[in-house]
């Protein structure tokens, strides 16, 4: 089993289930004691701000604050820099606790040694 496992969630709004699917595994391995890293991308980079995730909802889903909350308190949510600028969201809008880095660093998580990485 990996030690550490990188997700990168593409869709938002636009695709609700694969989106849920995204954060519903990260904070399950989270709980799982997993070190986990949720990279927000293209749609998802909405979910960086504040009541946005309040917004999202799917039925029969977990609420995507409660998801957010449980991969905050243990483990690490990154929003892509590219996908910030071009929704003009920077650093001072962000939720507490979420960082705003490139590629280079999903890189370098997505390659390191016992590290699984999904994309969703």
Known sequence: MAKKLVIKVTAGADAPERCSQAFTVAAVAVASGVEVSLWLTGESSWFALP?????????????????????????????????????????????????????????????????QALVY
């Open 51 to 115: 009541g946005r995730a309040a917004e999202f909802e799917l039925p029969h889903a977990a609420p995507l604050p409660d998801l957010i909350d449980s991969i905050l308190a243990a483990g690490r949510i990154t929003l892509c820099t590219q996908c910030a600028a071009r929704r003009e969201i920077t650093e001072k809008d962000v939720l507490e606790g979420v960082r705003i880095a490139g590629a280079q660093v999903f890189v370098q998580e997505a390659m390191a040694d016992g590290t």
